[in-house]
């Protein structure tokens, strides 16, 4: 009977295991650029700490302020503690952590964001997610699967995609009404005339590759 507890035990262990993860989106980046990456936790049991080491393709780096990389917490981990350090395999051992065993909040949500910029030598790759662990607020651990995700890089960025999602479309245009509002930073795709602004003719370039006359 106790061996089947135990038994019991694991297999739920497990199964929250192979249900809950931690991931990011595929990223389209080209020389010189800079992105935002949302590391994100799907979850159905409440956690109030995790560690993962990130690894990033050769080309792609994560930003540092003085001797600190740029990695911020979010809305659901806002209340956390963040710290981080170089490993000697490259991939970089991020921990979110909380004195008093708080939750993160909600769930399916990111937990933390890590600012990245490609180098000359940027190339298609991946970004990995490994070994990573989260805790509940009683102690208990799970060790969850590596995740992957693709990284587009090396030929620059997507004329007319504004947002770098790696597709030019409508939110392309919203993006770059944005630029020319002061709501946004400038970006390189958006600025289809090249003459070094972001302007209403670069709006009409972008509609004209959406209806395929470019």
Known sequence: MRKAIILLAIMACLSVAARDRLQVADLNIGAG???TIDVVLLNDTAYCALQTDISLPAGLTVCQDGEEYVIDPTPRSDRHSISSNLL???A?????TSQNARPFEGNDGAVLTLTVEATDEI???EIVLS???VVEPDGTRHLLEASTARVNGGSGPVPGDATGDGQVDIADVNAIINIMLGKAD????GDMTGDGQ???ADVNAV??????KE
């Open 88 to 90: 000697g395999n490259g």
């Open 207 to 212: 509609i004209n590759i959406m209806l395929g």
């Open 33 to 35: 650029e800079r992105r």
């Open 92 to 96: 970089i051992r991020v921990f979110v």
């Open 186 to 189: 400038q970006s390189p795709a």
């Open 198 to 200: 972001v302007d209403i």
């Open 131 to 133: 070994q990573s662990i």
């Open 123 to 125: 190339a298609a790759g």
